[in-house]
Structures are given as C-alpha cells and as structure tokens.
C-alpha cells in the first residue's frame, strides 16, 4: 500500500466507500474505518498498518494545503 488509492481499494472490498466532500475528512473517516476493519479482525496487521502510515502522510499534506 503506497497511496490514498490503495486505502480506497482495500476499503472497497468490504463495501465500503468514502465521500464526505472534503479531502481532509475524507481521509478522517478513512482512518476511523480502518481501524474499525482491524478491530473486528479482517484486515492483517500489517494492512491496517501500512494503510495507517498512508493515510497520517496525507492527512499531514492536506494540512499543510489548507
């Protein structure tokens, strides 16, 4: 996982699919339903962790643009 489009990917093979409107917010939900996917125990460690990694990268970017 090297981008916001593989978290999108991994998210999409649960159904899930994210659109708040807002880039920053949509990588909030992202990490909130990443987390609950690793909770729930369908998603590896390492999965959950790298797409943590990518997503906290992105969110800094997103930051840094507003």
Same mark, same amino acid.
């Given at each position: 996982? $090297? *981008?916001?489009?593989? +978290? $999108?990917?991994?998210?999409? &093979?649960? #159904? /899930?699919? +994210?659109?708040? #409107?807002?880039?920053?917010? %949509? /990588? =909030? +939900?992202?990490?909130?339903? /990443? %987390?609950?996917?690793?909770?729930? &125990?369908? /998603?590896? &460690?390492? %999965?959950?962790?790298?797409? &943590?990694?990518?997503? *906290?990268?992105?969110?800094?970017? =997103?930051?840094? *643009?507003?």
């Amino acid at each position: 996982m $090297q *981008n916001l489009y593989d +978290v $999108q990917q991994l998210l999409k &093979k649960f #159904g /899930i699919y +994210v659109y708040v #409107g807002k880039r920053l917010w %949509d /990588i =909030e +939900v992202m990490a909130m339903e /990443i %987390d609950h996917l690793y909770k729930a &125990k369908v /998603i590896s &460690k390492n %999965d959950f962790l790298n797409a &943590k990694l990518v997503l *906290n990268h992105e969110h800094r970017i =997103e930051e840094k *643009n507003e």
